[in-house]
């Protein structure tokens, strides 16, 4: 997995919103970068970005709500913060439903967005850990082999070693074995470390 520097994207059509908010990060050592539509950010979109979005949801070409709704399908996950005027807190709520974090109206107190993108860059790292943690973890299962992959979906789904001996139509001890090599080849001491990891590789990973 790429290591990204976690950054605030910026997607605004206002030239002069996009620079009072540059202004604003960089006074707080924030890194960021700026995009003046939701075409132009979708061009460099990639799933292993960090950090968060600062959204406009009434742009020409693709609305900030068609960028959300894209970047879902493509897979990239970033928190993401609705900007918008008082005309459009509708369009603002509809971003919240698909998955938007927060939703601030313009003219907006300083403060509290920093406070919003400081919450949103938090999300996105404990995202980043989780995502992190399932990768070592579905790594370590995929050194498995065959029937060792059967085995432990057996024994994740709480057979016991006689069951699963009988479904495979082999001898207990050879269910043995093959627990004790699972168990060797992802690097667990216990049943209970072994099934904790197997959650973790399994789990949704939440945005």
Known sequence: MKS?????YVVDDDDAVREALAALLESVGLKHRSFASSEEFLAVADRDMRGCLLLDV??????????????QVQGVVLPVIVITG?????????????????????????????DRIQASLNQDQA??????????????????TPREKMVMDLIAAGNHTKK?????????RTVDVHRFNIMRKVGVRTLAELLHLWTVAHQPVQG
């Open 4 to 8: 990204h520097v976690p950054k605030v």
């Open 58 to 71: 009434r742009m020409p070409g693709m609305s900030g709500l068609e960028l959300q709704r894209t970047l």
């Open 86 to 114: 008082h005309g459009d807190v509708p369009m603002a709520v509809r971003a919240m439903k698909s998955g938007a974090s927060d939703f601030i109206e313009k003219p907006f107190n300083e403060q509290y967005l920093l």
């Open 127 to 144: 995202h980043w850990h989780s995502r992190q943690a399932q990768d070592d973890a579905l790594s370590r299962f995929g050194a498995l």
């Open 164 to 172: 699963i001996a009988a479904q495979l139509e082999i001898q207990d």
